[in-house]
């Protein structure tokens, strides 16, 4: 326990133990070193303890422990989050209350094709649980085998999959939320018609834990599909695979259910540091286009569809070259270049990453304008960019010169924050796509965000957490 620990301190760290288990109740410092620290080390913090409960019960017992003494409440999943908000602010009086125990699918319903998993469940393991009834559940990213659907939930989670499927939101039918003063919001009916008043589950979505801690949820489940179909294309021209989606998404009816696009540099440095990384083609071209599309049946007409398509790009030049998997293991091939681009750029140095949206009408227009303003910043910068071209969804992270001293790149942060996110004001796009805002992004959102919108978010918050318990200092602005 640390030394600084008051008396009051001690009497609720000893409630805590009385309520969840000793075992349960971590207060060591370099014991809760994990759950301090997220994965980018941009912020680190400082907490009483880490509490583990088992179930909602638990929870709830915790969270009413935690409003008498007046210490506030960081809920964490996976601790995947890249922008600090499941991190404790040091200066705050708080416990970090782990979801993970709360693992458990309580049921799995083909007839309505849903699903009701505890917060602390694996993505990977929702998925499989899924498959297991022959039905997909398509939220996707890289890091789905660590996170937990809780976390998703909080940051309202994008992915692959979101062009057909929609991120995390549209995949909750009804959530389990213990709210600040301990009572519990039960809504895991999934229900698809129930206009009853106010939609309350979409409040807690995409709010980080900020206006209470997600238990459970009921989620959208889909038929699985029998074909996939997988390509990988090299481009001149944003603009043009942009043409080209919306003419497979016309021409399929719908059935394209990935389209990420991938820059020259991140094809690089996923060749150059990923195992097991080959270049689907030999052509070198600025852009790559990653196109899958799925379907139910056995027919080939999906098949033929893509292959028309792609024959009649490279006949009129805006496909300059591509190939399509011929069967699933070649397809994940692809797949993985892509997942390990944000691993490899690790290994070029330092990284000022940003998560935005654009319309996707105006995403080429952005790319293109907003790259030469980098380059007339600092020569030599590489932009790494890559992400949900579907969606209008673009990882637009850069990668310091090479030789640069990192720190000092690093220090550029937030003048490279200014040019990117006042070129996406511009283009009336986003500065937080599906990573959330955390800590990293308040100031910005501060920024950006409409005073209207801000005042009515700071209203919600004092209305459903007057004590400010719930991850104080994440999302919302300082007045």
């Given at each position: 326990?640390?030394?600084?620990?008051?008396?009051?301190?001690?009497?609720?760290?000893?409630?805590?133990?009385?309520?969840?288990?000793?075992?349960?109740?971590?207060?060591?410092?370099?014991?809760?070193?994990?759950?301090?620290?997220?994965?980018?080390?941009?912020?680190?913090?400082?907490?009483?303890?880490?509490?583990?409960?088992?179930?909602?019960?638990?929870?709830?017992?915790?969270?009413?422990?935690?409003?008498?003494?007046?210490?506030?409440?960081?809920?964490?999943?996976?601790?995947?989050?890249?922008?600090?908000?499941?991190?404790?602010?040091?200066?705050?009086?708080?416990?970090?209350?782990?979801?993970?125990?709360?693992?458990?699918?309580?049921?799995?319903?083909?007839?309505?094709?849903?699903?009701?998993?505890?917060?602390g469940c694996i993505v990977a393991n929702i998925q499989q649980a899924a498959a297991d009834a022959e039905r997909l559940f398509p939220l996707s990213f890289a890091a789905d085998g660590t996170a937990q659907v809780g976390g998703a939930i909080g940051t309202n989670a994008g992915g692959t999959n979101v062009l057909r499927y929609g991120n995390t939101r549209e995949l909750v039918r009804g959530l389990e939320v213990v709210l600040p003063n301990g009572d519990l919001l039960d809504d895991l009916r999934g229900l698809r018609k129930d206009n009853t008043g106010y939609n309350l589950t979409h409040l807690f979505i995409g709010a980080e834990g900020t206006l209470g801690v997600v238990t459970a949820a009921n989620l959208k489940l889909f038929a699985a599909p029998s074909q996939r179909h997988t390509a990988w294309l090299a481009i001149n021209r944003i603009a043009d695979g942009i043409d080209l989606l919306i003419d497979l998404q016309q021409l399929s009816g719908g059935a394209v259910s990935g389209c990420e696009l991938i820059s020259a540099t991140s094809l690089e440095f996923a060749l150059r540091h990923q195992l097991g990384c080959r270049a689907p083609l030999e052509t070198d071209t600025s852009w790559y286009l990653l196109l899958e599309l799925t379907g139910t049946g056995h027919n080939q007409a999906l098949a033929s569809l893509l292959e028309n398509r792609l024959a009649s790009g490279l006949e009129n030049g805006t496909v300059v070259d591509a190939v399509i998997a011929q069967n699933l293991q070649q397809g994940e091939t692809f797949w993985h270049i892509r997942e390990g681009i944000s691993e490899a750029q690790k290994h070029e140095g330092g990284s000022i990453k940003h998560d935005i949206a654009l319309p996707i009408h105006r995403l080429a227009e952005f790319v293109d304008t907003t790259v030469p303003l980098l380059h007339q910043q600092m020569p030599g910068i590489r932009p790494c960019i890559f992400g949900h071209l579907g969606d209008g969804n673009l990882h637009f992270n850069l990668t310091q010169p090479a030789g640069m001293d990192k720190a000092e790149f690093l220090g550029r942060w937030s003048t490279f924050n200014r040019i990117v996110h006042d070129q996406v004001e511009k283009f009336g796009g986003s500065i937080s796509a599906e990573h959330g805002i955390g800590q990293l992004k308040r100031g910005e959102l501060a920024r950006y965000k409409s005073p209207v919108a801000l005042n009515l978010m700071r209203q919600i918050k004092q209305a459903i957490d007057p004590q400010n318990l719930m991850n104080p200092g994440k999302v919302l602005p300082d007045e």
């Open positions: 326990m640390p030394p600084s620990t008051s008396l009051n301190s001690v009497q609720f760290l000893q409630q805590l133990c009385n309520l969840v288990g000793a075992d349960q109740v971590v207060s060591n410092t370099a014991a809760m070193s994990d759950w301090m620290t997220e994965p980018r080390g941009l912020f680190t913090g400082e907490a009483l303890a880490v509490v583990r409960p088992a179930d909602t019960a638990e929870v709830i017992a915790i969270v009413k422990a935690s409003a008498t003494a007046g210490v506030s409440i960081v809920p964490q999943g996976g601790n995947t989050g890249l922008c600090g908000g499941a991190t404790p602010i040091p200066k705050n009086r708080s416990i970090v209350l782990s979801l993970s125990r709360l693992n458990q699918i309580r049921s799995v319903n083909p007839a309505t094709n849903s699903l009701t998993a505890e917060a």
